[in-house]
């Protein structure tokens, strides 16, 4: 069962425009959310994080948002640039657990 | 900034090998995880460590050990690999459990 998911696997976005990508969770323990970059042949580069306190943490063109109602979070970027070009997974985290639960990915695709 | 260093990028082993893949980090945190990557199925968690010698099974740990004798460094262990096992390994490491794992640069395991 996929406590995390990434339902678009790819997306396609302008140079300078916003990149929107989605996650969403089922398990109501999670308390803390993580949001990776991933290139080919590289491990995962964290990017952003938020708190289960939080609804929106910014950091210079990377936003995430968290909806705990809908068990939804986002991550914008603004502007896209063609470096943005990656697979970003989302990951979350149970109270008192170490474990982090990685989504399935989306692969973002910024043209110049 | 953390460094985690995994000792191979690519390995090519035979079914029914006994397969170690080593990774060391440098920052003394505390907890230690493996992952694996797969097209479409994302980052799978196999088993982490929260302590020198502790270890928790992750969500696909048949077929896998792991072991942790010092704190910088968590050893994979595919006890007869097989060719189902051919994937991109992936080890991270993070400070405490309220903060984002830093990843190396993976390891692509070919089973033959």
């Known amino acids: 069962d996929q406590q995390v998911k990434q339902n678009s696997p790819s997306l396609s976005v302008q140079e300078g425009r916003i990149s929107i990508l989605n996650c969403d969770y089922t398990?109501?323990?999670?308390?803390?959310f993580l949001w990776y970059k991933k290139y080919p042949a590289e491990g995962p580069t964290f990017l952003i994080s938020?708190?289960?306190?939080?609804d929106k943490n910014e950091d210079g063109r990377f936003t995430v948002f968290l909806n705990k109602s809908a068990k939804h979070l986002s991550l914008h970027i603004v502007p896209s640039q063609p470096g943005d070009s990656a697979v970003y997974f989302c990951?979350?985290?149970?109270?008192?657990?170490?474990?982090?639960?990685f989504g399935t990915g989306t692969r973002l695709k910024v043209l110049a | 900034d953390v460094k985690v260093t995994q000792s191979s990028r690519y390995l090519v082993k035979r079914t029914g090998e006994k397969v170690f893949l080593e990774c060391v980090q440098d920052?003394?945190?505390?907890?230690m995880f493996w992952y694996r990557q797969d097209p479409g199925l994302g980052l799978r968690l196999i088993y982490f460590?929260?302590?020198?010698?502790?270890?928790e099974k992750g969500d696909i740990p048949e077929g896998y050990s792991v072991s942790r004798e010092k704190k910088e460094r968590f050893s994979l262990i595919l006890e007869s690999a097989s060719t189902n096992q051919t994937s991109m390994y992936l080890c991270?490491?993070?400070?405490?459990?309220?903060?984002?794992?830093?990843f190396g640069q993976g390891t692509r395991l070919t089973v033959v």
């Open positions: 991270a490491s993070s400070l405490t459990g309220d903060t984002e794992a830093f």
């Open positions: 398990n109501s323990m999670f308390d803390y």
């Open positions: 938020i708190s289960s306190i939080k």
């Open positions: 990951a979350a985290r149970s109270s008192g657990t170490y474990k982090y639960i």
């Open positions: 920052m003394d945190h505390e907890n």
């Open positions: 460590s929260y302590d020198v010698k502790m270890k």
